[in-house]
């Protein structure tokens, strides 16, 4: 596709359920991140899948949260028993020239996630 | 105290106006320095890249490093009401962007 495809773009959801959230990054783009973007503040990573290796998780919050990817395309993040604090913009970004100097991030327009 | 500080704004200014955006910074080894633009329920876009100290010049848009004061700033001229958004800066100290720190985004909205 032309750009970095998120979905669903708003999700509303009850305190204690399960969410999943997809990204389609751009073809051909080996690396894959997510960012949690909290109101007001900066993005935190999350996790970053690159190629075949074993996924950096190091940036998850809690063992409730979890996501895959299939090779080198669609990925999925999933969130367990949300809790309000997981309330946020998720932004899932992708890139040519992972571990580089001059790696550039494309971005997806995010899923703006609502825990009541 | 945050790695990275920057006034969340926000920031109105006229059309044709000088925009001085800026962070701050405490890891001295940061290297590579960012500034992102996001538009409203859309995600990031790199807007200009620099390495250590100096300024780097593109259009209307000029990025400053000053490593000494761990300080950067971007600066837009001739503002106009298509640059309103959040900017957003970020840096690392190598080249994984796994290693990227995000400051918290200044809000700008420039008026007609």
């Known amino acids: 596709g032309a750009g970095v495809s998120q979905s669903p773009s708003n999700k509303v959801t009850e305190k204690g359920k399960d969410v999943e959230l997809r990204c389609d990054p751009i073809?051909?783009?080996?690396?894959l991140y997510w960012y949690r973007q909290r109101l007001g503040q900066g993005l935190e990573f999350l996790i970053y899948?690159?190629?075949?290796?074993?996924?950096?998780k190091s940036g998850l919050p809690s063992d409730r949260f979890s996501a895959e990817r299939t090779g080198e395309s669609v990925s999925t993040l999933t969130i367990q028993r949300t809790q309000q604090e997981d309330s946020a913009v998720y932004l899932c970004?992708?890139?040519?020239?992972?571990?580089?100097?001059?790696?550039?991030?494309?971005f997806g327009s995010g899923t703006q996630l609502s825990v009541l | 105290q945050k790695e990275v500080e920057q006034d969340p704004g926000p920031l109105s200014v006229p059309e044709g106006a000088i925009v001085s955006l800026n962070c701050t910074y405490s890891?001295?080894?940061?290297?590579?320095f960012m500034w992102y633009r996001q538009y409203s329920r859309k995600g990031p876009e790199l807007l200009m890249y620099?390495?250590?100290?100096g300024n780097k010049e593109d259009g209307r848009f000029t990025a400053q490093v000053d490593k000494s004061s761990k300080y950067i700033s971007l600066f837009i001229r001739d503002s106009q009401p298509s640059d309103s958004a959040t900017y957003l800066c970020a840096m690392k100290a190598s080249g994984s962007a796994r290693q990227l720190t995000f400051g918290s985004g200044t809000q700008l909205t420039v008026l007609p």
């Open positions: 890891n001295s080894a940061f290297q590579y």
């Open positions: 620099t390495y250590s100290s």
């Open positions: 073809s051909g783009h080996t690396a």
């Open positions: 899948f690159q190629g075949n290796s074993a996924p950096d």
């Open positions: 970004a992708s890139s040519l020239a992972p571990g580089s100097t001059n790696e550039k991030l494309f």
